[in-house]
């Protein structure tokens, strides 16, 4: 099933397991055996179920993903209630929409500065979808401007190992993962005006978050909030791109290319039944939004972008772990994309689009590069 075809066009096999098999049993590459579930009833209806656990210990054992030192690894990613609904109240009193409309005008001129860089031909990944989120992210955590570019390569590692040196994305880890704890304790002897400090200070009752919880949440925001981004901005203007005139619908480009097709793997803390097949307690799930957002059962003629059309994509999830960064990433692709297209309005793919790379993973929608010519 994941080849390189797949990769380059994920949607006609998207199209195939809605249609012959909903619920599937697979092998992903690393001999993980999950279920993949396709149709978007069913994986909504599955995203809201108290059933569906994220906690690692309801799993039976057999799921690989990627692991994390344990002062990471407890987010609200991998957390059911009441934990998770205990840490996510204290996170809205800090991550308020407030706070991420006030990063509007730092998000446009960080848009514009990158920008003002390009001339003649550029690629849109490298040079712009790929530094934009990390400026923000750093903005909104409070990093100072000198570590900026420190974070920066230790994220591009984590994300993207080198191939000569495996352990480099374990090292990058650790690195973060000391800054973190630093800059925490940073902002605890000095508060700022930043989402650290409000984490900081966020109570209920005499409730805190935790050394831990706090330096997993900032790991979080930054994984979350940087790797998807890039990818939302590379294929968002991939797709306007290739369909010239179409005016800027963050969520239509969201539903149509989601940059994580696939969410955070579940698992089921009984035996359910998923379209006509029963799925065994402890087994990993998969969603795959990437096919469930163009189910034609839910919207009409789904391969095809509808500037316009009505919501309901789940790019973002559904129920209690609707991702908490949502307000943002929508805000960034709306100034990301809108200002490149307002401020180059000739813009167009320097190479034929069928000859654009995606990146070669399973769980990720993105361009390796986007290379336009810009007048």
Not at 10 to 32: C, F, I, W
Not at 197 to 207: G, K, P, Y
Not at 234 to 255: A, I, K
Not at 265 to 270: D, L
Request: one cysteine or more; aromatic letters at 6%; charged letters at 25%.
């Amino acid at each position: 099933m994941i080849s390189a075809e797949f990769h380059t066009d994920p949607h006609t096999v998207y199209r195939r397991l809605r249609e012959h098999s909903p619920a599937t049993r697979v092998e992903l590459p690393d001999g993980s055996p999950v279920w993949l579930v396709t149709r978007y009833a069913d994986v909504r209806a599955l995203l809201a179920d108290p059933r569906m656990s994220v906690d690692k210990a309801n799993g039976d054992g057999s799921w690989r993903g990627f692991s994390l030192p344990p002062a990471l690894d407890a987010n609200l990613l991998n957390m059911d209630p009441p934990n998770h609904t205990r840490i996510r109240r204290l996170v809205s009193q800090a991550f308020t929409p407030r706070r991420v409309d006030g990063l509007r005008p730092t998000i446009q001129k960080t848009a514009d500065d990158l920008l003002d860089r390009l001339d003649g031909q550029a690629d849109l990944v490298r040079d712009y979808a790929g530094r934009l989120p990390v400026a923000v992210i750093c903005d909104l955590l409070g990093v100072p401007d000198g570590d900026r570019d420190r974070f920066r390569s230790w994220t591009d590692v984590m994300l993207v190992p080198p191939r000569d040196d495996p352990a480099a994305g374990a090292r990058a880890i650790g690195a973060i993962h000391a800054y973190l704890s630093g800059l925490i304790a940073a902002k605890r002897a000095e508060p700022a005006d930043d989402l650290l400090s409000a984490l900081i200070a966020a109570r209920e009752d005499s409730d805190r978050l935790s050394e831990d919880e706090l330096t997993s949440l900032a790991f979080l925001l930054l994984v979350a909030g940087y790797e998807n981004t890039v990818h939302a901005i590379g294929t968002g203007l991939l797709t306007l791109l290739d369909n010239p005139g179409l005016p800027v619908d963050v969520e239509e480009l969201l539903r149509y290319e989601p940059p994580a097709p696939v969410l955070l793997r579940r698992f089921p803390t009984e035996d359910i039944e998923v379209a006509g097949t029963v799925v065994p307690r402890g087994s990993t799930v998969l969603l795959v939004v990437g096919a469930a957002n163009r189910d034609p059962d839910a919207f009409g003629d789904p391969d095809t972008v509808v500037p316009g059309r009505a919501g309901g994509h789940l790019t973002f999830g559904h129920g209690i772990h609707y991702c908490v960064g949502a307000p943002l990433a929508r805000l960034e692709l709306e100034i990301a994309i809108g200002t490149v297209l307002r401020r180059f309005p000739s813009l167009r793919l320097a190479v034929p689009s069928g000859d654009l790379r995606w990146r070669p993973s399973f769980r990720t929608r993105g361009l390796v590069a986007l290379p336009v010519l810009l007048g």
